[in-house]
């Protein structure tokens, strides 16, 4: 079965860290852009991280931009998420997404696959 499965969500403090991982099943992620996404309540889902299939690009937005990063395990077929001094306005749910394109894309509409979420919350 072809799909995105993210884990490594939870409850962690202000300040706090933690690792997000998407495996890709049924499918190899090579040459696949990546783009990671979260939607905290009552807000629109917004992308936070994203990396090109195989141009090594990767761009983030200023709202986390030194407190992210992303990265791929190619022999393990999964792309992490690591977020650093997390913000209580960092809570909601993270997915990731794929397509198969070799250059960073940045469009929501533009991914194909889509990871069902995982929940991260940051409080005290």
């Known amino acids: 079965q072809v799909q995105l499965v993210e884990s490594g969500g939870g409850l962690v403090q202000p300040g706090g860290s933690l690792t997000l991982a998407c495996e890709a099943h049924g499918f190899s992620l090579a040459h696949y852009a990546i783009g990671w996404f979260r939607q905290a309540p009552g807000k629109e889902r917004e992308g936070v991280a994203f990396m090109g299939g195989s141009d090594g690009s990767i761009y983030y937005p200023d709202s986390v931009k030194d407190r992210l990063v992303i990265y791929r395990d190619r022999p393990k077929n999964t792309v992490y998420l690591q977020m650093n001094s997390l913000r209580v306005e960092d809570t909601g749910t993270y997915y990731c997404?794929?397509?198969?394109?070799?250059?960073?894309?940045?469009?929501?509409?533009?991914?194909?696959?889509w990871g069902q979420g995982t929940q991260v919350t940051v409080a005290s």
């Open positions: 997404a794929a397509t198969f394109r070799g250059v960073l894309i940045r469009d929501e509409g533009a991914f194909d696959r």
